[in-house]
């Protein structure tokens, strides 16, 4: 059964180029990788532009001085998303992120019950 992680994560917002430039050529290349041997279904980083946590209606996603990604990982199932947890290369990648004053995140496993597409029934759902 697939499982889908979604990830609020909070950036510093002058460090947003930074940790965009990074996750381009540090995950990016994991993510096709595991795209190309069938272990991520999809996988997406959204910047997000507004919500119910930006509190001045300005673009940011989030509080003053916080731009929110949201990533979302639907993985072939937990074995395929431990596999990417566990990959060294992730590991170097979060170790060395000096944008990490990532404030907080959050973190969602989640159990997916319906969805546009008529083939996806109810599969797991992660959001960390």
Known sequence: ?????AIILRIDAERTSEFEAMFEAEEIPIWDEYTAKGLFLEASLTR???????????YGGGPAGIQDYILHIVAADHDAHNHHDDDPRFASFLERRS???????????????SSARPSAACSSTTVV
Request: glycine residues 10%; aromatic residues 6%; contains cysteine.
């Open 1 to 5: 059964m697939s499982e889908v992680a």
């Open 48 to 58: 997000v532009e507004g919500g119910s946590e930006n509190p001045t209606g300005t």
């Open 99 to 113: 944008f990490s004053n990532l404030r907080r995140h959050s973190s969602f496993l989640e159990h997916r019950c």
